[in-house]
């Protein structure tokens, strides 16, 4: 026996996030060619600026509540897979893929390339509706490798505004995302590799990874939406969770730069090597000892610099398809 009925809302799992990438910032492409998008959750959202009249009434009151700005912004969670960010990372380092395959990725100046991203959700009654927003680019990425876990980060986004519909745009069509496997950080954790180091490279229990670009609005009169988007510095920062050895607290000592490099994959071809040519140890490497049958353990920030052993100077961090 089965029972019919009309859910109450809609279903967070029949979502759809497909994203394009725009050739004019916050214009979205005609007939654009969207490509869905994987990910385990988002919060993109428009937002509206308003300003309340301050005027004196006998009648107590407020004259209105003006909208003086818009802007869109909101983080897309996911876990990560070969190929499938590989557009929204060209954004967060503001920057294109290159070498014979597009298999390097180096961060480099500029604004990086922005998209316009549209939800779908199914309603209760079965038709869809449409959030489309514009502008978008991806400000900053945390990237979580952790022992027993999948590789799991987030991006945040920041864009000019959005719209809703309840019909897909004319001519739209919709790419399927990829159905390349998650990574995890067992058996698809290979190649860590830490120069600079006395002794041995660590064992690593956890690497956090936290870039971004300091985005900020930029606003003018005339205009309630923001009329583009300005880029600060592009930092680089983590945390390295290792079973304590004596190179960390040398290195954090002594203020030298390290280099540090890991690869998420196994498969040729189909695995990303990450690679800080030069960071420095800024938090303390700790190595005490906390209580009975408990392992010593380095827990350790860092901060990465330019490299300048590369020729012209090269960026902060690489990523490369090997």
Do not use: C
């Amino acid at each position: 026996m089965t029972t019919t009925g009309i859910r109450a809302g809609a279903n967070a799992s029949d979502t759809r996030l497909a994203v394009v990438p725009e050739a004019a910032w916050g214009v979205t492409p005609t007939m654009p060619a969207f490509q869905n998008i994987r990910f385990t959750s988002e919060n993109l959202q428009p937002a509206k600026e308003t300003v309340r009249s301050q005027e004196i009434r006998p009648d107590r009151n407020v004259t209105d509540e003006i909208m003086v700005g818009r802007s869109v912004s909101g983080a897309l969670d996911f876990e990560l897979s070969f190929g499938t960010f590989d557009d929204l990372l060209e954004s967060l380092f503001h920057s294109e893929w290159s070498g014979d395959d597009d298999e390097i990725l180096i961060n480099g100046a500029g604004i990086g390339q922005s998209f316009t991203a549209e939800r779908t959700i199914k309603l209760s009654d079965g038709s869809s509706h449409y959030s489309r927003f514009t502008g978008l680019v991806a400000n900053s990425m945390s990237l979580s490798v952790s022992a027993g876990a999948l590789v799991t980060g987030s991006f945040d986004m920041m864009g000019k505004f959005g719209g809703a519909g309840t019909t897909a745009i004319t001519g739209a069509t919709y790419t399927p995302a990829t159905q390349s496997r998650v990574l995890n950080a067992a058996t698809h954790f290979a190649g860590l590799t830490m120069t600079g180091l006395a002794g041995d490279t660590p064992l690593i229990q956890s690497i956090e990874l936290n870039i971004t670009n300091n985005l900020r609005a930029q606003r003018a009169v005339g205009s309630v939406d923001n009329v583009g988007m300005g880029a600060g510095q592009f930092e680089v920062t983590g945390t390295i969770n290792a079973y304590f050895r004596p190179g960390l607290l040398t290195a954090f000592l002594n203020h030298e730069d390290i280099g540090l490099s890991f690869t998420l994959g196994t498969a040729a071809g189909s695995s990303y090597k990450f690679t800080i040519p030069s960071l420095v140890l800024t938090g303390s490497p700790g190595g005490n000892a906390t209580g009975n049958d408990a392992d010593l353990m380095s827990t350790v920030a860092f901060t990465a610099v330019l490299d300048r052993t590369a020729s012209p100077m090269g960026g902060t961090i690489k990523i490369e398809k090997v």
